[in-house]
Protein backbone atom coordinates (compact mmCIF):
# COMPACT_ATOMS: atom_id res chain seq x y z
CA UNK A 1 0.00 0.00 0.00
CA UNK A 2 1.17 3.53 -1.02
CA UNK A 3 2.33 6.67 1.60
CA UNK A 4 -0.76 8.41 1.38
CA UNK A 5 -1.87 11.88 1.49
CA UNK A 6 -5.17 13.32 1.44
CA UNK A 7 -5.90 16.74 0.84
CA UNK A 8 -9.01 18.59 1.24
CA UNK A 9 -9.43 22.18 -1.44
CA UNK A 10 -11.14 25.60 0.01
CA UNK A 11 -13.39 28.06 -0.80
CA UNK A 12 -13.67 28.50 -4.60
CA UNK A 13 -13.54 24.90 -5.11
CA UNK A 14 -17.82 25.14 -4.96
CA UNK A 15 -20.25 24.29 -7.83
CA UNK A 16 -23.47 23.70 -8.29
CA UNK A 17 -23.80 20.23 -8.67
CA UNK A 18 -21.08 19.02 -6.21
CA UNK A 19 -21.24 15.90 -4.83
CA UNK A 20 -24.14 14.34 -6.94
CA UNK A 21 -21.61 11.69 -8.64
CA UNK A 22 -20.89 10.46 -4.91
CA UNK A 23 -25.11 11.45 -3.57
CA UNK A 24 -27.03 9.33 -5.75
CA UNK A 25 -24.61 6.16 -5.53
CA UNK A 26 -24.14 6.13 -1.85
CA UNK A 27 -25.78 6.22 1.80
CA UNK A 28 -22.72 7.44 2.90
CA UNK A 29 -23.60 10.97 1.18
CA UNK A 30 -26.71 10.97 1.99
CA UNK A 31 -26.02 10.52 5.73
CA UNK A 32 -23.55 13.66 5.58
CA UNK A 33 -25.99 16.07 3.71
CA UNK A 34 -28.72 15.23 6.46
CA UNK A 35 -26.57 15.75 9.34
CA UNK A 36 -25.31 18.95 8.06
CA UNK A 37 -28.59 20.29 7.26
CA UNK A 38 -29.89 19.13 11.03
CA UNK A 39 -26.81 20.73 12.19
CA UNK A 40 -27.24 24.31 10.45
CA UNK A 41 -31.42 24.11 10.19
CA UNK A 42 -31.71 24.47 5.91
CA UNK A 43 -31.42 21.88 3.37
CA UNK A 44 -27.67 22.02 2.32
CA UNK A 45 -28.35 18.71 -0.19
CA UNK A 46 -30.55 20.80 -1.64
CA UNK A 47 -28.51 24.31 -1.87
CA UNK A 48 -25.55 22.49 -3.56
CA UNK A 49 -27.75 20.30 -5.90
CA UNK A 50 -30.48 22.08 -6.73
CA UNK A 51 -29.95 25.81 -5.56
CA UNK A 52 -28.66 28.67 -7.01
CA UNK A 53 -25.09 29.04 -7.81
CA UNK A 54 -24.70 32.93 -5.93
CA UNK A 55 -26.22 31.45 -2.89
CA UNK A 56 -24.05 28.48 -2.93
CA UNK A 57 -21.23 30.96 -3.43
CA UNK A 58 -21.86 32.97 -0.42
CA UNK A 59 -19.18 32.42 2.12
CA UNK A 60 -21.30 31.35 5.00
CA UNK A 61 -23.36 28.37 2.49
CA UNK A 62 -20.16 27.31 0.75
CA UNK A 63 -17.69 26.73 3.76
CA UNK A 64 -20.14 23.96 5.27
CA UNK A 65 -20.98 23.29 1.44
CA UNK A 66 -17.48 22.31 0.36
CA UNK A 67 -16.67 20.87 4.02
CA UNK A 68 -19.32 18.19 3.90
CA UNK A 69 -18.71 17.17 0.12
CA UNK A 70 -15.11 16.87 0.53
CA UNK A 71 -15.76 14.24 3.77
CA UNK A 72 -18.31 12.64 1.93
CA UNK A 73 -15.39 12.20 -0.51
CA UNK A 74 -12.72 11.50 2.22
CA UNK A 75 -15.27 8.78 3.70
CA UNK A 76 -15.88 7.03 0.49
CA UNK A 77 -12.37 7.06 -0.36
CA UNK A 78 -11.87 4.61 3.02
CA UNK A 79 -14.81 2.55 2.69
CA UNK A 80 -14.27 1.78 -0.50
CA UNK A 81 -9.97 1.03 -0.95
CA UNK A 82 -9.32 0.73 2.41
CA UNK A 83 -6.63 3.12 1.92
CA UNK A 84 -5.09 4.21 5.41
CA UNK A 85 -3.73 7.98 5.04
CA UNK A 86 -0.13 8.75 6.24
CA UNK A 87 -1.01 12.20 6.61
CA UNK A 88 -3.94 14.70 6.22
CA UNK A 89 -3.47 18.82 4.50
CA UNK A 90 -6.27 21.04 3.60
CA UNK A 91 -6.18 24.77 2.11
CA UNK A 92 -7.83 27.52 4.37
CA UNK A 93 -11.08 26.06 4.76
CA UNK A 94 -9.84 22.53 3.84
CA UNK A 95 -7.80 22.40 6.66
CA UNK A 96 -10.92 22.82 8.93
CA UNK A 97 -11.57 19.34 6.77
CA UNK A 98 -8.60 18.02 7.32
CA UNK A 99 -8.82 18.57 10.95
CA UNK A 100 -12.51 16.75 11.33
CA UNK A 101 -11.38 13.64 9.00
CA UNK A 102 -8.67 12.84 11.10
CA UNK A 103 -11.03 13.07 14.20
CA UNK A 104 -10.09 16.37 16.05
CA UNK A 105 -13.67 18.22 15.52
CA UNK A 106 -16.77 16.17 14.76
CA UNK A 107 -18.60 16.50 11.46
CA UNK A 108 -21.63 18.58 13.33
CA UNK A 109 -19.53 21.12 14.96
CA UNK A 110 -17.07 21.57 12.24
CA UNK A 111 -19.72 22.37 9.63
CA UNK A 112 -21.84 24.64 11.96
CA UNK A 113 -17.89 25.94 13.00
CA UNK A 114 -17.59 26.81 9.14
CA UNK A 115 -20.99 28.57 9.14
CA UNK A 116 -19.82 30.73 11.34
CA UNK A 117 -16.63 31.00 10.04
CA UNK A 118 -17.83 32.60 6.81
CA UNK A 119 -20.18 34.89 8.55
CA UNK A 120 -17.28 36.25 10.60
CA UNK A 121 -15.26 36.26 7.53
CA UNK A 122 -17.52 38.49 5.45
CA UNK A 123 -18.29 41.07 8.08
CA UNK A 124 -14.84 41.79 9.36
CA UNK A 125 -14.64 44.12 6.05
CA UNK A 126 -17.27 46.88 4.44
CA UNK A 127 -18.36 44.82 1.11
CA UNK A 128 -16.00 46.69 -1.28
CA UNK A 129 -13.22 47.28 1.10
CA UNK A 130 -11.39 44.48 0.34
CA UNK A 131 -9.80 42.31 -3.03
CA UNK A 132 -7.31 39.56 -3.61
CA UNK A 133 -5.61 38.74 -6.74
CA UNK A 134 -3.01 35.85 -8.06
CA UNK A 135 0.24 36.38 -8.87
CA UNK A 136 1.87 34.39 -11.77
CA UNK A 137 5.35 34.33 -12.75
CA UNK A 138 7.06 35.87 -10.71
CA UNK A 139 8.96 34.41 -6.75
CA UNK A 140 7.95 34.86 -3.56
CA UNK A 141 11.05 37.50 -2.76
CA UNK A 142 9.92 39.77 -5.58
CA UNK A 143 5.89 39.45 -4.79
CA UNK A 144 6.91 40.25 -0.77
CA UNK A 145 9.16 43.62 -1.81
CA UNK A 146 6.79 45.07 -3.27
CA UNK A 147 3.66 44.40 -0.73
CA UNK A 148 6.03 45.87 1.57
CA UNK A 149 6.64 48.58 0.01
CA UNK A 150 2.83 49.49 -1.16
CA UNK A 151 1.97 48.53 2.49
CA UNK A 152 3.88 51.98 3.83
CA UNK A 153 2.55 53.91 1.02
CA UNK A 154 -1.84 52.76 -0.04
CA UNK A 155 -2.59 50.69 2.30
CA UNK A 156 -2.61 46.71 4.20
CA UNK A 157 -1.80 44.63 0.44
CA UNK A 158 0.12 41.28 1.98
CA UNK A 159 1.14 37.78 0.34
CA UNK A 160 -2.35 35.39 1.45
CA UNK A 161 -1.45 32.09 -0.21
CA UNK A 162 1.74 30.89 -1.39
CA UNK A 163 0.59 28.17 -3.71
CA UNK A 164 3.15 26.59 -6.03
CA UNK A 165 6.75 28.44 -6.37
CA UNK A 166 5.17 31.14 -8.89
CA UNK A 167 1.61 31.70 -7.97
CA UNK A 168 1.30 33.53 -4.92
CA UNK A 169 -2.14 35.45 -3.93
CA UNK A 170 -1.99 38.90 -2.32
CA UNK A 171 -5.33 40.27 -0.25
CA UNK A 172 -5.91 43.83 1.15
CA UNK A 173 -7.24 47.15 1.00
CA UNK A 174 -8.49 47.35 -2.93
CA UNK A 175 -6.78 50.57 -3.30
CA UNK A 176 -3.29 48.95 -2.20
CA UNK A 177 -3.94 45.57 -3.94
CA UNK A 178 -4.59 47.71 -7.02
CA UNK A 179 -1.40 49.53 -6.76
CA UNK A 180 0.16 46.26 -6.24
CA UNK A 181 -0.95 44.83 -9.61
CA UNK A 182 0.28 47.71 -11.21
CA UNK A 183 3.87 47.28 -10.02
CA UNK A 184 3.87 43.68 -10.38
CA UNK A 185 2.39 43.88 -13.66
CA UNK A 186 5.35 46.23 -14.58
CA UNK A 187 8.02 43.09 -13.48
CA UNK A 188 6.71 40.51 -16.01
CA UNK A 189 3.67 39.18 -13.68
CA UNK A 190 0.60 37.77 -14.85
CA UNK A 191 -2.06 39.08 -12.65
CA UNK A 192 -5.76 37.79 -12.09
CA UNK A 193 -8.01 39.37 -9.56
CA UNK A 194 -10.37 36.98 -7.95
CA UNK A 195 -14.40 36.92 -7.41
CA UNK A 196 -14.42 36.77 -3.64
CA UNK A 197 -16.32 38.75 -0.71
CA UNK A 198 -13.50 39.91 1.68
CA UNK A 199 -9.74 40.02 1.89
CA UNK A 200 -9.36 37.08 2.98
CA UNK A 201 -6.00 35.66 5.47
CA UNK A 202 -4.73 39.63 5.90
CA UNK A 203 -4.43 41.48 8.88
CA UNK A 204 -8.23 43.06 7.90
CA UNK A 205 -9.38 39.76 9.21
CA UNK A 206 -8.53 40.52 12.37
CA UNK A 207 -11.90 40.95 13.82
CA UNK A 208 -13.18 37.82 12.24
CA UNK A 209 -10.11 35.92 14.04
CA UNK A 210 -11.40 37.07 17.38
CA UNK A 211 -14.73 35.88 16.77
CA UNK A 212 -13.74 32.74 15.73
CA UNK A 213 -11.29 32.28 18.90
CA UNK A 214 -14.31 32.40 20.99
CA UNK A 215 -16.40 29.96 18.80
CA UNK A 216 -13.85 27.76 19.36
CA UNK A 217 -13.77 27.66 22.54
CA UNK A 218 -17.36 26.05 23.12
CA UNK A 219 -15.65 23.18 20.94
CA UNK A 220 -14.49 19.85 22.40
CA UNK A 221 -11.46 18.54 20.41
CA UNK A 222 -10.37 15.14 20.23
CA UNK A 223 -7.34 13.45 19.66
CA UNK A 224 -6.10 13.11 16.26
CA UNK A 225 -6.19 9.83 14.21
CA UNK A 226 -3.71 11.12 11.53
CA UNK A 227 -1.18 13.64 11.29
CA UNK A 228 -2.53 17.02 9.47
CA UNK A 229 -0.47 19.51 8.48
CA UNK A 230 -0.64 23.21 9.58
CA UNK A 231 -1.24 26.13 7.27
CA UNK A 232 -0.05 28.71 9.30
CA UNK A 233 3.31 26.67 10.20
CA UNK A 234 3.78 24.61 7.37
CA UNK A 235 4.11 21.80 10.28
CA UNK A 236 1.94 19.22 11.93
CA UNK A 237 -0.01 20.04 14.66
CA UNK A 238 1.61 18.31 17.86
CA UNK A 239 -2.05 17.33 19.19
CA UNK A 240 -5.64 18.53 18.96
CA UNK A 241 -4.32 21.02 21.93
CA UNK A 242 -2.91 23.23 19.31
CA UNK A 243 -5.96 23.66 16.92
CA UNK A 244 -7.95 26.76 18.58
CA UNK A 245 -4.70 28.72 18.11
CA UNK A 246 -3.55 27.49 14.99
CA UNK A 247 -7.23 27.93 13.00
CA UNK A 248 -7.03 31.21 14.78
CA UNK A 249 -3.91 32.40 13.49
CA UNK A 250 -4.90 31.51 10.12
CA UNK A 251 -7.77 33.79 9.04
CA UNK A 252 -5.14 36.91 9.56
CA UNK A 253 -1.74 35.20 8.09
CA UNK A 254 -0.81 33.51 4.91
CA UNK A 255 -1.42 29.56 3.75
CA UNK A 256 1.91 28.24 3.12
CA UNK A 257 0.39 25.51 1.20
CA UNK A 258 4.04 25.35 -0.73
CA UNK A 259 5.90 24.25 2.96
CA UNK A 260 3.00 22.19 2.82
CA UNK A 261 3.95 20.56 0.32
CA UNK A 262 7.21 19.95 0.56
CA UNK A 263 6.60 18.47 3.82
CA UNK A 264 4.71 16.12 2.29
CA UNK A 265 7.62 15.37 -0.14
CA UNK A 266 10.09 14.94 3.15
CA UNK A 267 7.71 12.00 4.66
CA UNK A 268 7.84 10.54 1.44
CA UNK A 269 4.50 10.33 0.37
CA UNK A 270 3.82 8.62 -3.39
CA UNK A 271 0.29 8.95 -3.39
CA UNK A 272 -1.70 12.09 -3.01
CA UNK A 273 -5.26 12.38 -3.14
CA UNK A 274 -7.63 15.13 -3.09
CA UNK A 275 -11.08 14.82 -1.51
CA UNK A 276 -13.43 16.97 -2.64
CA UNK A 277 -14.86 19.47 -5.33
CA UNK A 278 -13.22 20.15 -8.53
CA UNK A 279 -9.35 19.82 -8.67
CA UNK A 280 -7.53 22.78 -7.90
CA UNK A 281 -4.90 21.40 -5.50
CA UNK A 282 -4.12 18.75 -7.39
CA UNK A 283 -3.09 21.24 -10.28
CA UNK A 284 -0.69 22.52 -7.97
CA UNK A 285 0.79 19.32 -6.85
CA UNK A 286 0.87 18.37 -10.33
CA UNK A 287 3.03 21.47 -10.57
CA UNK A 288 5.30 21.16 -7.62
CA UNK A 289 5.47 17.52 -7.02
CA UNK A 290 7.35 15.57 -9.58
CA UNK A 291 7.63 12.19 -8.37
CA UNK A 292 4.16 12.01 -6.82
CA UNK A 293 1.37 10.37 -8.28
CA UNK A 294 -2.02 12.87 -7.98
CA UNK A 295 -5.51 12.48 -8.17
CA UNK A 296 -8.82 14.63 -7.65
CA UNK A 297 -11.39 12.18 -6.47
CA UNK A 298 -14.01 14.43 -8.33
CA UNK A 299 -12.10 14.13 -12.02
CA UNK A 300 -10.65 10.49 -11.21
CA UNK A 301 -12.56 7.13 -11.21
CA UNK A 302 -12.16 5.50 -8.00
CA UNK A 303 -10.95 2.32 -9.63
CA UNK A 304 -7.66 4.30 -11.51
CA UNK A 305 -6.82 5.59 -7.78
CA UNK A 306 -7.07 2.05 -6.36
CA UNK A 307 -4.85 0.59 -8.92
CA UNK A 308 -2.40 3.41 -8.08
CA UNK A 309 -2.28 2.84 -4.03
CA UNK A 310 -2.04 -1.22 -4.79
CA UNK A 311 1.03 -0.58 -7.11
CA UNK A 312 2.86 1.52 -4.91
CA UNK A 313 5.09 -0.47 -1.56
CA UNK A 314 4.98 1.47 1.64
CA UNK A 315 5.93 0.61 4.95
CA UNK A 316 2.94 2.80 6.34
CA UNK A 317 1.45 1.15 9.74
CA UNK A 318 -1.07 3.52 10.73
CA UNK A 319 -4.52 2.01 11.67
CA UNK A 320 -8.11 4.08 12.17
CA UNK A 321 -9.69 3.98 14.83
CA UNK A 322 -13.25 3.19 14.31
CA UNK A 323 -15.79 4.54 17.10
CA UNK A 324 -17.97 2.24 19.24
CA UNK A 325 -21.17 1.61 18.07
CA UNK A 326 -24.09 1.96 20.90
CA UNK A 327 -27.41 3.06 20.87
CA UNK A 328 -27.13 6.47 21.15
CA UNK A 329 -24.81 6.65 17.96
CA UNK A 330 -26.71 4.32 16.24
CA UNK A 331 -29.96 6.74 16.85
CA UNK A 332 -27.65 9.31 15.97
CA UNK A 333 -26.97 7.56 12.54
CA UNK A 334 -30.77 6.68 11.37
CA UNK A 335 -31.45 10.37 12.48
CA UNK A 336 -29.13 11.85 9.71
CA UNK A 337 -29.82 8.99 7.00
CA UNK A 338 -33.67 8.87 7.22
CA UNK A 339 -35.64 10.78 4.25
CA UNK A 340 -37.07 14.34 5.32
CA UNK A 341 -40.48 14.65 3.90
CA UNK A 342 -41.22 17.93 5.63
CA UNK A 343 -40.11 21.24 4.49
CA UNK A 344 -42.17 23.67 7.65
CA UNK A 345 -38.92 25.30 8.88
CA UNK A 346 -39.98 25.39 13.02
CA UNK A 347 -41.57 22.30 12.82
CA UNK A 348 -38.09 20.29 11.70
CA UNK A 349 -36.10 22.97 14.24
CA UNK A 350 -38.52 21.69 16.69
CA UNK A 351 -38.85 18.27 16.34
CA UNK A 352 -35.21 17.45 14.61
CA UNK A 353 -32.80 19.96 15.13
CA UNK A 354 -33.58 20.55 18.87
CA UNK A 355 -33.79 17.02 20.04
CA UNK A 356 -30.60 16.00 17.77
CA UNK A 357 -28.70 18.81 19.78
CA UNK A 358 -29.37 17.54 22.93
CA UNK A 359 -28.57 13.78 21.76
CA UNK A 360 -25.38 15.04 19.85
CA UNK A 361 -24.31 16.46 23.21
CA UNK A 362 -25.00 13.76 25.40
CA UNK A 363 -22.49 11.31 22.46
CA UNK A 364 -19.72 14.50 22.77
CA UNK A 365 -19.79 13.77 26.57
CA UNK A 366 -19.66 10.20 26.46
CA UNK A 367 -16.56 10.58 23.57
CA UNK A 368 -14.90 12.41 25.95
CA UNK A 369 -15.28 10.21 28.71
CA UNK A 370 -14.82 6.78 27.12
CA UNK A 371 -17.88 6.02 28.76
CA UNK A 372 -21.25 3.75 28.10
CA UNK A 373 -24.45 5.52 27.59
CA UNK A 374 -26.99 4.71 30.70
CA UNK A 375 -30.79 3.67 30.34
CA UNK A 376 -31.72 7.66 30.52
CA UNK A 377 -29.80 8.60 28.05
CA UNK A 378 -30.65 5.74 25.87
CA UNK A 379 -34.25 6.60 26.65
CA UNK A 380 -33.71 10.58 25.39
CA UNK A 381 -31.69 9.14 22.23
CA UNK A 382 -34.93 6.46 21.32
CA UNK A 383 -37.30 9.08 22.26
CA UNK A 384 -35.45 11.55 20.30
CA UNK A 385 -35.63 9.23 17.45
CA UNK A 386 -39.51 9.08 17.64
CA UNK A 387 -39.70 12.51 17.44
CA UNK A 388 -37.72 13.00 14.39
CA UNK A 389 -39.62 10.12 12.33
CA UNK A 390 -42.56 12.03 13.22
CA UNK A 391 -41.50 15.50 11.93
CA UNK A 392 -39.98 13.90 8.93
CA UNK A 393 -43.30 12.06 8.46
CA UNK A 394 -41.40 8.83 7.98
CA UNK A 395 -43.78 5.93 6.73
CA UNK A 396 -45.10 3.27 9.47
CA UNK A 397 -43.06 0.25 8.16
CA UNK A 398 -39.90 2.47 7.84
CA UNK A 399 -40.20 3.29 11.11
CA UNK A 400 -40.91 -0.43 12.62
CA UNK A 401 -37.42 -1.69 10.21
CA UNK A 402 -35.64 1.11 11.52
CA UNK A 403 -36.37 0.53 15.42
CA UNK A 404 -35.71 -2.96 14.78
CA UNK A 405 -32.48 -2.41 13.67
CA UNK A 406 -31.34 0.03 16.32
CA UNK A 407 -32.45 -3.35 18.58
CA UNK A 408 -31.15 -5.77 16.54
CA UNK A 409 -27.06 -3.92 15.99
CA UNK A 410 -26.86 -2.81 19.63
CA UNK A 411 -28.30 -5.56 21.58
CA UNK A 412 -30.72 -3.54 23.83
CA UNK A 413 -34.14 -4.60 23.00
CA UNK A 414 -34.39 -6.30 26.18
CA UNK A 415 -33.41 -3.17 28.15
CA UNK A 416 -37.09 -1.78 26.57
CA UNK A 417 -39.31 -4.66 27.58
CA UNK A 418 -42.08 -1.82 27.18
CA UNK A 419 -41.04 0.39 24.43
CA UNK A 420 -43.94 0.28 21.76
CA UNK A 421 -42.59 1.33 18.53
CA UNK A 422 -45.52 2.10 17.05
CA UNK A 423 -46.63 4.57 19.51
CA UNK A 424 -42.76 5.17 20.17
CA UNK A 425 -43.64 5.01 23.47
CA UNK A 426 -39.99 4.24 25.72
CA UNK A 427 -41.51 3.29 28.98
CA UNK A 428 -40.39 3.28 32.56
Same mark, same amino acid.
Given at each position: !???? /????????? #????????????????????? &?????????????????????????????? @?????????????????? /??????????????????? /????????? +??????????? #? &????????? !??????? !???????????????????????????????????????????????????????? $???????????????????????????????????????????????????????????? +??????????????????? &????????????????? $???????? $???????????????????????????????????????????????????????????????? #?????????????? #???? @??????? +????????????? &????????????????????????? +? =? =?
Amino acid at each position: !MSKL /AVVFPGQGS #QYMGMGRKWYENNLTAKQYFE &EASTRLGFDLRKLCLEGDLEELTKTENTQP @AILTVSMIAFRLLLEETG /AVPYVLAGHSLGEITALTA /AGGISFSDA +VYLVHHRGKYM #Q &EAVFPGMGA !MSAINGL !MKDQVEEICFNVSRQCGVVVPSNYNTADQIVISGERDAVSEAEVQLTRMGAIVIPL $KVSAPFHSPLMSSASDQLFEHLKSIHFKQLRYPVLSNATGELYKSELEIASMLTKQLTEP +VLWTECMKRMEEFGVDVVI &EAGPQGVLTHFMKKSMA $KQSVFAMD $KEELSTIVKSLETKPSSNKATIIKPKTNLVTKCIAITVCTRNRNWDNDEYQKGVVEPYRKVQKI #QDELDRTGGEPTIA #QMKE @ALEMLSS +VFETKKVPLEERL &ERYQQVFNETGTRDLFPDFDPIGAS +V =G =G
